[in-house]
């Protein structure tokens, strides 16, 4: 069975500082696609970004980039010069493709608080 | 494009009524999902559709839980009867394709008393 692990559960840390949020990933299939979503206080989720398991290439959108490294089944997150506006909950996502339906599993989210 | 429209927003709930949770997709997205967030639990996936066909309700918690999706432009969710601990904010999502990079909706944040 596939797991998401967010080992942070709560992060802080002051304006303009760059924070990393860590996410590993347990699949057996050998296709599968990751995906980081944004959960502010307001509650809606928002879509951050999609990979799948055959382009290893980091992205880099704005302040936002994404470190992708099979050989450690990670796929870590980073801020930089970190915002109040970037205080949420992220939630790392694992979507394996294979056969029958779609299994989708969310790992547990990792708090942020950017404080000014 | 509106995005993916859920309502109620908010609804309360007496335990033992039955309670209907509304989902239109984005247009054109032919996968539409049901997750339910709680502290608990996390987020966690009821059921999936695909083409208006439910793939997956293996997440579906037990029969008191029901989902249909009668055309490509809507879904339900109804739980006949709820109970407090169906309290929750359920989120539908919907997407282009299966592998995800969901759309989700505002969410209804449920509450059965």
């Known amino acids: 069975a596939q797991k998401v692990t967010q080992a942070q559960t709560e992060i802080s840390v002051v304006e303009k500082e760059d924070v990393t949020l860590d996410c590993v990933y347990e699949?057996?299939?050998?296709?599968?696609?990751l995906f980081w979503y944004k959960q502010p206080p307001s509650g809606e989720l928002v879509f951050l970004i999609r990979r799948n398991s055959f382009d290893e290439q980091n992205e880099i959108s704005g302040r936002y980039s994404w470190n992708f490294q099979k050989s450690t089944s990670s796929f870590n997150f980073t801020i930089t010069a970190s915002q109040v506006v970037d205080s949420a909950v992220y939630f790392c996502a694992l979507s394996e493709a294979s056969s029958y339906g779609q299994n989708f599993v969310f790992g547990p989210g990792t708090r942020l608080s950017v404080l000014p | 494009d509106a995005g993916v429209i859920q309502s109620p927003r908010h609804e309360v709930t007496e335990m033992g009524q039955e309670v209907t949770l509304r989902c239109k997709p984005i247009s054109g997205h032919n996968s539409l999902f049901w997750y339910r967030q709680t502290m608990m639990r996390g987020l966690e996936l009821l059921i999936y559709?695909?083409?208006?066909?439910?793939?997956?309700d293996s997440g579906m918690p037990e029969d008191r839980f029901s989902a249909k999706m009668p055309n490509a432009s809507f879904s339900t969710l109804k739980i006949q009867p709820s109970e407090p601990r169906d309290s929750a904010v359920y989120f539908c999502a919907s997407s282009p394709d299966r592998a995800g990079g969901y759309t989700f909706g505002s969410g209804t944040r449920l509450t059965v008393v």
């Open positions: 559709f695909n083409n208006n066909v439910p793939i997956d």
């Open positions: 699949t057996r299939d050998t296709t599968y696609y």
